[in-house]
């Protein structure tokens, strides 16, 4: 997204664009997926005096906005990614931490059996699935 279209979705809520706003959004871009504190690190690099508080808050207008959006992919800090992005379902490695993405076609019997019998349409961008890895189960 353009800096000008940022600042119009900003200017159309009453708020402006901030070098701050423009860096965290530049920061999930680049870093794909990113934990607030992972974002709060690139950020630092480029502007000392952004403080942690201004990235989640900044994280969740970006959300409100629909720039981006969150999943939880351990027990700790959502994990944002762009929200352009093609849905994807995550795959997380309990061992080595590595998150991989796969086709949201391969929950489909899942899907389906769930709107068939509850009328329940999942989110699969938000779904996270948790096990080991390949490179991971081969060192065992």
Not at 5 to 24: D, V, Y
Not at 41 to 61: F, K, Q, S, W
Not at 120 to 133: A, E, M
């Amino acid at each position: 997204m353009s800096a000008t279209s940022l600042a119009a979705m900003l200017r159309e809520r009453g708020l402006r664009l901030t070098p701050q706003r423009q860096l965290i959004l530049e920061a999930v871009h680049e870093l794909g997926h990113a934990t607030p504190e992972s974002v709060h690190n690139a950020v630092r690099e480029r502007a000392a005096g952004v403080n942690i508080t201004t990235v989640y808050r900044t994280l969740e207008l970006l959300e409100e906005l629909g720039l981006v959006n969150h999943t939880h992919l351990s027990h700790g800090s959502p994990t944002y990614h762009a929200a352009g992005e093609d849905q994807h379902v995550h795959l997380v490695c309990r061992s080595c931490g590595s998150i991989d993405e796969m086709d949201p076609a391969v929950m489909s019997p899942v899907t389906d059996r769930l709107r068939a019998e509850r009328d329940f349409r999942v989110d699969v961008g938000h779904v996270s699935l948790f096990g080991v890895c390949g490179n991971c189960k081969e060192n065992e």
